[in-house]
């Protein structure tokens, strides 16, 4: 099945640095990759959608100029947490796949942000 | 139980148990959803998907039930077992690719 990896799976930083996350298509194309947001007992908040070769499409409250999202191939996005502060720890997920079905939204592993 | 707020709703059930978690969705355009699993910090795993043109489908120990009339979706679980404690979201795409989430149920399983 389709595998998507998320790298790394967990992060500390001190705030005022930039992170990067990354997010693999293994075994297959991936034209749309989804980035999201979850804070403990919560749920999954999507931040941004990105098409391959194109720019994100940020919901709304979600800052594009903090959160960097890049899309430059079929089988990578990166998300770039830029000037990172405390209030900005939380587990980011992304997700990969074309339309349609559940294959279409396989899941990364999550990445833990701490920033202290 | 169930508690509200930022804190998940709690379904407890023993081992052997039949479980049934509850789901309303928002958006009557939705045409197709899911269920996921998530175990503590990792990733949302999928369970088992439905399109609205269905009112039930089938899988392995799982089912989900579709009631559109009332924006409602259900899954259940047969013989739960340990490894089935997790929490568990439903997921309704409303025709963009874009997957909106439920607030999610924690499903507690005792030996």
């Known amino acids: 099945g389709a595998v998507v990896s998320q790298h790394p799976s967990w992060v500390i930083c001190k705030s005022g640095t930039s992170v990067k996350i990354e997010c693999r298509s293994l075994?297959?194309?991936?034209?749309?990759m989804f980035w999201y947001r979850q804070f403990p007992k919560q749920s999954l908040m999507l931040m941004a959608t990105?098409?391959?070769?194109?720019?994100?499409?940020?919901e709304q409250g979600v800052e594009k100029d903090k959160f960097l999202i890049n899309h430059a191939s079929l089988t990578l996005s990166t998300l770039t947490v830029t000037s990172a502060h405390p209030e900005d720890s939380s587990f980011y997920i992304c997700?990969?796949?074309?339309?349609?079905?559940?294959?279409?939204?396989?899941f990364g592993s999550g990445t833990r942000l701490t920033v202290v | 139980g169930e508690s509200v707020g930022l804190h998940l709703p709690t379904l407890s059930v023993q081992e052997g148990d039949n479980s049934i978690i509850n789901c309303a969705y928002s958006?009557?355009?939705?045409?197709?959803f899911i269920w996921y699993k998530q175990e503590s910090g990792k990733g949302p795993q999928f369970i088992i998907d439905?399109?609205?043109?269905?009112d039930k489908r089938q899988g392995q120990r799982v089912t989900v039930l579709l009631n559109k009339t009332v924006k409602h979706l259900s899954l259940q679980i047969a013989a739960t077992q340990p490894g089935d404690s997790a929490v568990y979201f439903c997921?309704?795409?409303?025709?963009?690719?874009?997957?909106?989430f439920g607030k999610g149920t924690m499903l507690l399983v005792s030996p």
């Open positions: 075994d297959f194309q991936a034209t749309t």
């Open positions: 439905i399109r609205s043109n269905m």
């Open positions: 997700s990969a796949g074309s339309r349609g079905g559940g294959e279409g939204y396989t």
């Open positions: 997921a309704e795409n409303g025709g963009y690719s874009t997957l909106t």
């Open positions: 958006n009557s355009a939705s045409d197709y």
């Open positions: 990105s098409n391959e070769g194109s720019k994100a499409t940020y």
